[in-house]
């Protein structure tokens, strides 16, 4: 019996109880959601490519005030949040809810570390995006100056409120760690799933990046 207990103590977390044997409802779901999303942001992409293919000479007047170094600094934090989002996962994978170590030492984080450190790179990219946005409002380009004003806040905007909600899952999968007496299958499911998300919003700021500061 002891034995038994042993070895189901060994287990991650995320493959207790059986789950390992069959795909998640919530991940499945979740994967089926962001397919709709995806085709939100393309129909998006579509309207940009359209407005922009009739007025050549407005894209063109309008992408000289973009800041492409700062919004490639911008960028690179965002896309390294997905690094760190994963190296969270992990951690919930193996069922290694917390660090054991000194908070400096970052080969003992665990998944509360790992997803505290992604939230601050969310936050500081959506403060850099808000900062970006003062900046070109000084310049004149707002939603109704012009057709680009309108399609650049709509795309940007659009993905930072994307990136607001994944800041939110993530503050959800913090708390309930807290919360809960142990860590449990369905939290790794959730830090999981949050993961897909996150990195659906960093996929697609990339594409959003190389058309809207990389081709002018």
Same mark, same amino acid.
């Given at each position: ?30 994967? @089926? ?8 942001? *393309?129909? #998006?992409?579509?309207?940009?490519? /359209? =407005? ?71 936050? @500081? ?8 946005? *003062?900046? #070109?409002?000084?310049?004149?380009? /707002? =939603? ?73």
């Amino acid at each position: 019996m002891a034995h038994v207990a042993t070895a189901a103590s060994t287990i991650p977390a995320s493959r207790l109880h059986g789950h390992h044997d069959r795909p998640s409802m919530v991940s499945v779901g979740t994967i @089926i959601w962001l397919s709709s999303e995806l085709m939100f942001f *393309a129909a #998006l992409f579509a309207a940009y490519f /359209t =407005i922009r293919a009739v007025s050549p000479e407005l894209w063109e007047m309008n992408t000289e005030k973009l800041n492409v170094p700062f919004a490639l600094a911008n960028t690179t934090i965002l896309v390294l949040s997905s690094v760190t989002c994963q190296m969270g996962v992990f951690k919930a994978e193996a069922g290694k809810v917390g660090r054991t170590g000194s908070v400096f030492a970052v080969n003992q984080w665990g998944l509360r570390e790992w997803f505290i450190l992604t939230y601050i790179m969310g936050a @500081i990219f959506i403060g850099g995006q808000a900062f970006e946005y *003062a900046m #070109l409002i000084q310049e004149g380009v /707002t =939603i109704p100056s012009s057709g680009y004003g309108t399609m650049f806040y709509l795309t940007t905007g659009f993905h930072g409120l994307h990136v607001l909600g994944g800041l939110i899952a993530f503050l959800f999968v913090l708390g309930r760690t807290y919360l809960a007496r142990r860590f449990t299958h369905e939290q790794a499911v959730s830090a999981i799933v949050v993961s897909y998300y996150w990195h659906f919003v960093d996929v697609v700021w990339i594409g959003l990046f190389a058309t809207i500061y990389l081709i002018k």
